[in-house]
């Protein structure tokens, strides 16, 4: 089969072709400002080759969607999927050899880089057996390796990062040929684009980048001003797929194109002044009143990494519950004993014993008991207390109030004070014993916030994230994040994230969404 593609022509006219079976090799680097054409050049490139080799595309834009209309291309909207279901989808793309457009554009800036690392991540962990060729094309390179910190967080950095210089670096033995684009070179990490073999470079004006593009291109100083005068779609070629010798290129035309905006000249709306401020005006404060629109939520599609996931945990806990009703049904043949934490069953809200008879108990414990718990739990602020400042405050009141106490430790009162705050009383029974038998094997730290996740699944709407940290006491919004992947890890519920901002749980052995 045919290995060259041709991506335009030379000032004298003649074609220049792309050798694309040494693209895969030796990497390309595109740079040029923006409105140099390299999103062109690039669709030029995807659009000859299409037929020839495997093509997975990071598109921060959009721009690219496109392809799909006109060849085989899978579009991939990111914002539609969880971080499993984006590594699993790359996995897939190895697999089966599909070309794919990953579709970045409805995420924030941050999203867009840590959903590009996860999948670039995944292409380049693909079995061995999958290492098949493929052209990975990035636009936008500056955010994907930038060559210094930015705004986004330094772990997203070094995440990004280390995908770039593994497919740039070590891409190749894996059949990964990486197709970097970036607007400027200052702004792309050094060890990415040191690793590219062929370079096509448009129109830049700045002294930085024009110097770098002249070293690249093994230009003087007189040369590089070459580069600042090339016209829109014009590129400088060298590398050993492109030319051995620097070579002056116009970009072909496209079949396909972009979703940007009207780049010509239009003419203005025919309209008097006041009929102009009137549109600007009218309704206005209505308009501003009205609460924004929400933005449409892509369906969910779970993915079969996240059922098994589902079922195997379910599994796990229908075996971590029998052998806790094994262990109890032991420990009912059992000598009775004091009522310590060792020898005290793991159930729900531990049930206080009968209070002695005589005036001096009065009231009685478990009426007292129960009374005194739900006077915490709905005083303001409770939730942010710590464990042994509330147990002092209920050992105070009972005394006062003449309620035995003693057989209730603090570990008992943890639990006694999370079922109170969780609100069971206005669930069905059926209901409320099911949340019950789900908490028995919870460790008290984290019960609250568990139940509140639990009841809400139970009673059919989803708690903010405002509530799961009341629940647990905090306003961080990262330890209510790490308490969710605690609990995750721990087999108690499926947390599955949208790259759009959605979240849904899924309660282990409840069966329920919380979304």
């Not at 030029?44 to 392809?67: M, T, Y």
């Not at 899924?506 to 919380?514: N, Q, T, Y």
Request: hydrophobic share 45%.
């Amino acid at each position: 089969m045919r290995a060259q593609i041709e991506i335009g022509r030379d000032s004298g006219g003649q074609t220049v072709p792309v050798d694309v079976a040494e693209l895969l090799a030796t990497r390309l680097l595109v740079q040029g400002n923006s409105g140099s054409g390299k999103s062109h050049l690039l669709r030029r490139l995807l659009e000859q080759s299409a037929d020839l080799v495997q093509q997975v595309v990071i598109d921060p834009e959009g721009d690219f969607v496109s392809l799909a209309d006109r060849f085989d291309h899978v579009v991939i909207d990111a914002g539609a999927h969880s971080a499993r279901e984006i590594e699993a989808l790359a996995g897939r793309v190895r697999q089966h050899r599909v070309s794919v457009v990953l579709a970045l554009d409805e995420l924030e800036v941050e999203q867009q880089i840590r959903c590009a690392a996860l999948f670039l991540g995944a292409l380049f962990d693909a079995p061995r057996d999958h290492w098949f060729p493929a052209l990975v094309v990035v636009d936008e390179a500056q955010m994907f390796a930038p060559a210094a910190g930015g705004e986004v967080a330094e772990e997203t950095r070094r995440m990004t990062l280390s995908a770039m210089t593994n497919l740039m670096c070590r891409g190749r033995k894996r059949g990964l040929a990486g197709i970097v684009a970036t607007q400027r070179l200052a702004k792309l990490a050094k060890n990415v684009a040191a690793e590219a073999s062929n370079f096509l470079m448009g129109r830049t004006f700045l002294d930085i980048d024009m110097q770098r593009a002249a070293d690249l291109l093994g230009m003087d100083r007189r040369q590089a001003e070459r580069i600042r005068d090339l016209q829109r779609g014009h590129f400088l070629g060298l590398g050993p797929a492109i030319s051995r010798r620097p070579v002056a290129v116009e970009i072909g035309a496209v079949s396909t194109g972009g979703k940007n905006a009207a780049e010509g000249l239009m003419p203005l709306p025919e309209a008097r002044g006041d009929e102009l401020e009137a549109l600007l005006h009218d309704d206005l404060t209505q308009a501003a009143a009205a609460p924004p629109p929400r933005p449409a939520v892509p369906p969910q599609k779970p993915a079969s990494d996240v059922e098994q996931a589902i079922a195997s945990r379910s599994a796990a806990a229908s075996e971590r519950l029998t052998q806790a009703e094994a262990e109890r049904a032991d420990e009912g043949k059992a000598p009775a004993a004091s009522a310590t934490q060792a020898d005290r069953p793991a159930a729900g809200p531990p049930a206080p014993p009968p209070a002695p008879e005589g005036p001096a108990t009065q009231p009685s414990g478990a009426d007292g008991v129960s009374r005194i718990v739900r006077e915490l739990a709905t005083e303001e602020g409770a939730a942010f207390q710590s464990s042994t400042s509330l147990f002092r405050s209920f050992a105070t009141r009972c005394r006062q109030q003449g309620v035995p106490s003693a057989h209730i430790d603090p570990i008992a009162f943890q639990r006694l004070f999370a079922f109170a705050r969780a609100g069971l009383d206005g669930l069905a029974p059926a209901k409320r014993a099911a949340v019950e038998r789900l908490a028995e094997t919870v460790p008290e730290d984290v019960l609250a916030p568990y139940l509140a996740i639990v009841v809400a699944a139970a009673q059919g709407h989803a708690p903010d994230e405002d509530a799961i940290a009341r629940a647990y006491g905090t306003s961080s919004p990262s330890r209510v994040r790490r308490l969710l992947e605690h609990l995750e890890r721990q087999g108690l519920i499926v947390v599955r994230e949208e790259f759009g901002g959605e979240r849904t749980i899924l309660v282990v052995g409840l069966e329920e969404p919380v979304g």
